[in-house]
């Protein structure tokens, strides 16, 4: 079956370092990922979907200097958290919409972790 | 604009229980889908069912059966004779064929024990 992957899955990190995630879709091509962001016993929050080829759309209070997507491939997107602090410390989760059949696929999620 | 309401935040169940989780669910779009996922401790999404609006049958696999309800906008889960394996965040979810993007409920955490 389709499989997203993710990576890393986990990462620590300095206050005020940059962090980058990638999500590959393995076997099947990609036009829309999307970008979730899960804080503890929380729901899934909506940050961003991005087209593969173009700017990605945020949603309304995410800031798009900071959390910088791009979707260089039909199989590859990467979130960069910039100047990360502690409250940017949160689970990451990605998924990708195949283009053909127009299913939504999950990744693992990465969580990150912000000393 | 789109919402799901899992009103039952936690849940507490003993093993060999049937346990219903609920969902609600608003949308002006007459094309959607809905979704149940679990979430483990572990983090990862797992996929349990997927309905379209069109299809308003019910559906049983294994211990787990859905029941959806156009008209009281309603997509219920029963997991029967519950395990202690079933216990983790349940989330229904609501994808906007328009918009093109998800909407999760806040999900429910079920307790199965022993």
């Known amino acids: 079956g389709a499989v997203v992957s993710q990576h890393p899955s986990w990462v620590i990190c300095k206050s005020g370092t940059s962090v980058k995630i990638e999500c590959r879709s393995l076997?099947?091509?990609?036009?829309?990922m999307f970008w979730y962001r899960q804080f503890p016993k929380q729901s899934l929050m909506l940050m961003a979907t991005?087209?593969?080829?173009?700017?990605?759309?945020?949603e309304q209070g995410v800031e798009k200097d900071k959390f910088l997507i791009n979707h260089a491939s039909l199989t590859l997107s990467t979130l960069t958290v910039t100047s990360a602090h502690p409250e940017d410390s949160s689970f990451y989760i990605c998924s990708a919409r195949d283009r053909l059949v127009g299913e939504q696929y999950f990744g693992p999620g990465t969580r990150l972790t912000v000393t | 604009a789109q919402k799901v309401t899992q009103a039952q935040t936690e849940i507490s169940v003993v093993e060999k229980e049937d346990v219903t989780l609920d969902c609600v669910y608003e949308t002006r779009d007459t094309t959607y889908y809905l979704f149940w996922y679990k979430q483990p401790p572990s983090g990862e999404l797992v996929f349990l069912i997927r309905r379209n609006s069109f299809d308003e049958q019910n559906e049983i696999s294994g211990r787990y059966s859905w029941n959806f309800q156009k008209s009281t906008s309603s997509f219920n889960f029963t997991i029967t004779a519950s395990q202690v394996v079933d216990s983790a965040v349940y989330f229904c979810?609501?994808?906007?064929?328009?918009?093109?993007?998800?909407?999760f409920g806040d999900g429910t955490t079920l307790t199965v024990k022993p």
């Open positions: 991005s087209n593969e080829g173009s700017k990605a759309t945020y």
């Open positions: 979810a609501l994808f906007n064929t328009n918009a093109g993007k998800s909407t």
């Open positions: 076997d099947f091509q990609a036009t829309t």
